[in-house]
């Protein structure tokens, strides 16, 4: 297959007047189409020496050397993206003219490299949601010999929104360095709710263009592209095999998006851009991040990750064992399945009461003492349990309502956490019975913002036209704005 960059089309271009363009005599026409056939060889051959020179890429890339005429600097961002021979990075270095240096960020996600991608992008795309604001943009690596460059996937928090900002207005001072594009040419793809609530902060601070986009449509589009064109990105999750990657298929619709953020969306895919919201929680990952603010000392998301890991939720939540002394084979519940998230605490608290009131020490402040007593980390990991439980079991009811056998997790509340993984999987197997299948991915908190990134490209760019540039149906009313997304 030839997955080189096809060649665009020349726009018609029609005089502003009201007679119609002039018919050309045969001889006039015969003369054109050499003229044209000559130029589309002349075209090809550029092509051929841009793949062959790197010097040559760059300054055929470059926008003083491009045509008034070309549209990438009309409409800058609106280029092909090359994906041949796209993998996520591992072990490389960061592009050194990156200014990332500069600022209090998460960098949780590895780059994508893009070898054969040559062309000028001039645009970034930031999802910003309640908790995180996500940002993608490309770069590429002036001092190197290869050509190519890569896709950087950064993370703010939203509460810090102006370090964001901030880090936005040093990366279009850059971006003719980073990516030999001028800065004047720079375009914000914003969505997510923060897209509309920080809109003039962005397009004061940057004084860039800055387009919204349909927040719903940006994560079919992120989620489309990273299954279809980048390998080892989707994978499935167990104890037994924590990361087996799972190749494209040829047909990966109807699916259902189960994505998570400060709230939860489910979403039915059943083609390109073709999507009904079908449901969601408010249970998400703000529930997660606000109450263990409350019960725990951590400050962050990833603290409270960490805390998880290193806990036992059996000293907190009451288990079916705890209520036969073995499991419930009868209906399939083992002795270790969790019957009542943090069911302990209140049986303990009353039990300490009691003793209390029989040694007469019972003292006002004791409920507080005995919330004490259970350690963060125990916390930690059954309020993990109780919301990814939850948010497994609702989106399976979801797929078994619609018949949809794919269920693809998103959002930065997974975060590539094991326990949570296992969760949701285990959920998905146990209560369909292992009739449906859980997906993650390795880019799971980015696939607003690559999909808004994506909304500059032209029709049909990818290797399997995993953007086809089609407006959206959208079945649900409520898709252009989620609140439960953030």
């Known amino acids: 297959m030839n997955l080189a960059q096809p060649s665009r089309p020349s726009p018609a271009v029609i005089p502003a007047c009201s007679s119609p363009p002039p018919v050309a005599s045969p001889s006039t026409a015969s003369l054109r189409t050499r003229l044209l056939a000559a130029a589309d060889q002349a075209k090809r051959k550029l092509q051929q020496l841009t793949t062959m020179s790197p010097s040559l890429s760059h300054d055929a890339a470059h926008p003083a050397n491009r045509s008034h005429d070309d549209p990438t600097i009309r409409h800058p961002g609106n280029v092909y993206i090359n994906v041949q021979g796209a993998f996520i990075v591992d072990d490389e270095p960061r592009t050194p003219e990156s200014p990332e240096s500069d600022y209090e960020h998460e960098h949780g996600s590895k780059d994508i490299r893009l070898p054969n991608h040559t062309a000028v992008v001039s645009h970034i795309a930031v999802d910003i949601g309640g908790s995180l604001a996500k940002l993608v943009y490309f770069s590429r690596d002036p001092t190197s010999k290869e050509l190519g460059g890569r896709l950087n996937f950064l993370k703010f928090e939203t509460a810090r929104i102006d370090e964001c900002i901030d880090f936005l207005r040093k990366l279009k001072l850059k971006y003719e360095i980073i990516n030999g594009s001028r800065p004047s040419d720079l375009c914000v793809m914003a969505t997510g709710g923060g897209a509309f609530k920080y809109y003039d902060e962005i397009k004061g601070a940057l004084e860039v263009e800055v387009v919204r986009e349909d927040e719903m449509e940006c994560l079919i589009i992120g989620l489309d592209f990273f299954i279809t064109e980048i390998p080892h990105e989707v994978f499935t999750y167990s104890q037994e095999e924590p990361m087996r990657f799972i190749a494209a298929r040829p047909n990966i619709y109807p699916y259902l998006l189960v994505n998570i953020g400060s709230g939860v969306s489910m979403v039915k895919v059943s083609g390109p851009r073709q999507y009904e919201r079908v449901g969601g929680t408010s249970l998400g990952g703000g529930t997660l991040w606000g109450l263990l603010?409350?019960?725990?000392?951590?400050?962050?998301?990833?603290?409270?990750?960490?805390?998880?890991?290193?806990?036992?939720?059996?000293?907190?939540?009451?288990?079916?064992?705890?209520?036969?002394?073995?499991?419930?084979?009868?209906?399939?519940?083992?002795?270790?399945t969790i019957a009542s998230s943090f069911g302990k605490v209140y049986k303990m608290k009353r039990q300490a009461e009691q003793e209390a009131e029989d040694t007469g020490n019972l003292k006002e402040d004791s409920s507080q003492e005995h919330g004490r007593s259970f350690k963060s980390e125990d916390i930690s990991k059954s309020l993990l349990y109780a919301v990814s439980n939850n948010i497994g079991q609702i989106a399976y009811l979801h797929a078994e309502k619609h018949n949809l056998e794919h269920i693809y997790f998103g959002g930065?509340?997974?975060?590539?956490?094991?326990?949570?993984?296992?969760?949701?999987?285990?959920?998905?197997?146990?209560?369909?019975?292992?009739?449906?299948?859980a997906y993650f991915l390795r880019h799971e908190g980015y696939l607003g913002s690559v999909g808004a990134f994506l909304k500059r490209q032209p029709r049909n760019w990818g290797r399997r036209n995993s953007v086809d540039g089609r407006p959206a149906t959208a079945a649900s009313s409520s898709s252009a704005e989620d609140p439960t997304k953030r």
Not at 295 to 322: H, K, P, Q, Y
Not at 412 to 436: C, D, N, V
């Open 293 to 336: 603010s409350l019960l725990t000392g951590a400050r962050t998301f990833e603290d409270m990750l960490s805390l998880a890991e290193r806990g036992d939720n059996t000293a907190v939540d009451m288990l079916v064992g705890d209520i036969y002394g073995s499991g419930y084979g009868k209906i399939g519940l083992k002795s270790t």
């Open 412 to 437: 930065s509340f997974i975060g590539g956490h094991p326990q949570t993984m296992h969760t949701l999987s285990y959920a998905i197997k146990f209560w369909s019975k292992g009739e449906k299948q």
